[in-house]
């Protein structure tokens, strides 16, 4: 699903994809339309604007994603400002491609979103990797309970996580343990539950927390 507020600018993006092989579900001007149409069509990969009308697509993004986690995001913007990414990637978002990107960087980065690969243009992804690492260094919000939270994860699912706040995309991670795509993302999905976390941003502030990046 495609979802820009500039009419020529969505249709390109929907018949560059639909060229290439993707079923192009839906398309949305504006952020309420956009969140409507998306629990309508219930699309594996959403191409995100952020400046959107009605309502900002951070906030779409936090609403799908907060409904569907299995849905993946890729932002498509015109703006490369640091705070604009690290909150499109908080919200929930997979990736986060600049507006500036060929046809085939944009067919590319939708076929690896749709599988779970986090995809950032170029020098971008140092950036939200320094900021899993500025947030993991700060202290953790009390649970409550008085206890931190101590769930059981297989050892796979602790494998998996370690890999991810390494950094290894999903493709990596399964190519590393001789895994599908499909059984790194159930992973992921079965350790977020349990460790009741919502999207992959805390995941890996959690595993840097407990040093899983360094062992």
Known sequence: MVV???????DAVARDLAESGFDVVATAGDGEQAVRRA???????????????AKPGVQVCKELVGANPALRVLVLSASGEHADV???VKSGATGYLLKSASTEELTDAVRRTAVGDPVFTPGLAGLVLGEYRRLASEPAPATGAGEPRAPQLTDRETEVLRLVAKGLSYKQIAERLVISHRTVQNHVQNTLGKLQ?????EL???AIERGLDEA
């Open 197 to 201: 976390l919502h999207n992959r941003v």
């Open 204 to 206: 890996v502030r959690y």
């Open 4 to 10: 820009d507020d500039h009419p020529m600018w969505r």
């Open 86 to 88: 690290l909150e499109a």
């Open 39 to 53: 629990r309508a069509a219930a699309p594996d990969v959403l191409v995100l604007d952020l400046n959107l009308p």
